[in-house]
């Protein structure tokens, strides 16, 4: 299993740009990249999946070097409701089956006003 | 979207009882789910892959005996928690994958489990 490794935490301040980076140097080629966020006692949500380059959806962009390596999720304009913990997982998508996705240590987001 | 409900959010018990926690996919179904545990300020951490019609499969360290995990249909796999201590208290998370060709998990709201 590739083993993800994170900040610990980071802060910042209302309205700019968050770049979380994670590690994954042994990702597998089948490998994809997921990012889930996590409130105080609630289950993790879903924000973001990706193989290779850029991916964007309304809630955020990662970025994913050709070597695949690394990859940064960015937040656009963070809010005080973006204060949370944010897990980067890389497992298998196929269709003969996946991969356990393992979560690492996470980064723990505090963004003030 | 998908949704996966789990019940109860919270429960109280007393040393040496036993805790069942039901995790349901409302709008898919769910050959596989997985039971995470969370202790505070810790990630999770995967204790077992639930699987419809057969056993669960454990990861290592975690007593299968004390945490039974049922998966009778499709859309129901529970986690009981057997003679329940003070150390078995934490949040316990449940997920499923709602469709195939993306590995990504839908996770419920979390049970919080508290033995006194």
């Known amino acids: 299993l590739a083993k993800t490794t994170q900040p610990i935490s980071m802060d910042s301040y209302e309205g700019q740009e968050v770049n979380i980076t994670c590690s994954h140097n042994n990702i597998a080629t089948n490998d994809y990249i997921t990012w889930y966020q996590q409130f105080p006692s609630q289950g993790p949500r879903f924000i973001i999946q990706g193989y290779k380059t850029k991916v964007t959806n309304e809630v955020a962009s990662l970025f994913i070097p050709a070597d695949r390596k690394s990859s940064t999720l960015s937040l656009p304009r963070v809010s005080l409701s973006d204060t949370a913990v944010y897990y980067c997982l890389v497992g298998e998508r196929g269709n003969s089956g996946y991969s356990t996705l393992t979560f690492g240590k996470g980064t723990m987001l505090l963004v003030s006003p | 979207g998908a949704v996966v409900s789990q019940h109860p959010s919270r429960v109280i018990c007393k040393s040496g009882t036993s805790v069942k926690i039901e995790c349901r996919s409302l709008?898919?179904?769910?050959?596989?789910m997985f039971w995470y545990r969370q202790f505070p300020k810790q990630s999770l951490m995967l204790m077992a892959t639930s699987n419809e019609g057969s056993k669960a499969t454990y990861e290592q360290g975690v007593e299968k005996d004390k945490f039974l995990i049922n998966h009778a249909s499709l859309t129901l796999s529970t986690l009981t928690v057997t003679s329940a201590h003070p150390e078995d208290s934490s949040f316990y998370i449940c997920?499923?994958?709602?469709?195939?060709?993306?590995?990504?998990?839908?996770f419920g709201a979390g049970s919080r489990l508290t033995v006194l």
């Open positions: 709008d898919f179904q769910a050959t596989t």
């Open positions: 997920s499923a994958r709602p469709g195939s060709g993306a590995n990504v998990l839908t």
